[in-house]
């Protein structure tokens, strides 16, 4: 049996994002709230009004919580231009806001290219898709996946698109993904 949750109280008022429409709202000073997820720097929370929301880590401290560490990019320091294998750790610290898997093992990464940017660095272009093309979660999770990859040294350019063909399935996640889900 899972551990039940207590609620929240929100003390000052923060913008979140609802889930899965993707449009703007406010929680209010003083609002009951219920964390369901803490993962890659957002909080996923389910109002008393029964909406799902995220809130973005900078707003940890209306929900009574710390904002989480900003983990370093995957070669910082290092000088040595990004990898197309750095570039796919730093997407897995992009989760789905329902689901508690990140993006490469969700499948929702369907390309990802490096190439010279045409100032010097690297451009780096990402084709990616949301598990149902009615998600209006895509522009939020393309421009996290946006900022994840810019954080890498040498990189100067990240396009993200949005892509629906071929559609997502099941069948595109990783077996971790899958076993960590109980969809053996």
């Given at each position: 049996?899972?551990?039940?949750?207590?609620?929240?109280?929100?003390?000052?008022?923060?913008?979140?994002?609802?889930?899965?429409?993707?449009?703007?709202?406010?929680?209010?000073?003083?609002?009951?709230?219920?964390?369901?997820?803490?993962?890659?720097?957002?909080?996923?929370?389910?109002?008393?009004?029964?909406?799902?929301?995220?809130?973005?880590?900078?707003?940890?401290?209306?929900?009574?919580?710390?904002?989480?560490?900003?983990?370093?990019?995957?070669?910082?320091?290092?000088?040595a231009?990004?990898?197309?294998?750095?570039?796919?750790?730093?997407?897995?610290?992009?989760?789905d806001?329902?689901?508690?898997?990140?993006?490469?093992?969700?499948?929702?990464?369907?390309?990802?290219?490096?190439?010279?940017?045409?100032?010097?660095?690297?451009?780096?272009?990402?084709?990616?898709?949301?598990?149902?093309?009615?998600?209006?979660?895509?522009?939020v999770?393309?421009?996290?996946?946006?900022?994840?990859?810019?954080?890498?040294p040498?990189?100067?350019?990240?396009?993200?698109?949005?892509?629906?063909?071929?559609?997502?399935?099941?069948?595109?996640?990783?077996?971790?993904?899958?076993?960590?889900?109980?969809?053996?």
């Amino acid at each position: 049996m899972s551990e039940a949750r207590s609620p929240v109280i929100v003390s000052r008022i923060c913008e979140a994002t609802l889930i899965p429409g993707g449009t703007k709202m406010l929680l209010h000073e003083g609002e009951e709230v219920y964390v369901t997820q803490s993962l890659g720097g957002t909080f996923t929370v389910t109002t008393m009004r029964g909406y799902l929301a995220r809130v973005a880590g900078a707003d940890a401290d209306a929900l009574g919580l710390e904002a989480p560490e900003e983990a370093p990019a995957a070669a910082a320091g290092s000088g040595a231009p990004a990898d197309l294998e750095q570039v796919l750790e730093e997407l897995k610290s992009v989760f789905d806001p329902e689901i508690p898997v990140n993006v490469v093992d969700l499948g929702l990464i369907y390309g990802c290219e490096l190439s010279e940017a045409p100032g010097g660095g690297q451009r780096v272009e990402i084709k990616m898709s949301m598990t149902a093309p009615g998600c209006g979660m895509g522009d939020v999770l393309a421009d996290d996946a946006k900022t994840a990859v810019a954080a890498l040294p040498g990189v100067e350019e990240v396009d993200v698109e949005l892509v629906w063909d071929p559609p997502w399935d099941l069948s595109r996640m990783s077996e971790a993904a899958r076993l960590q889900l109980g969809m053996y």
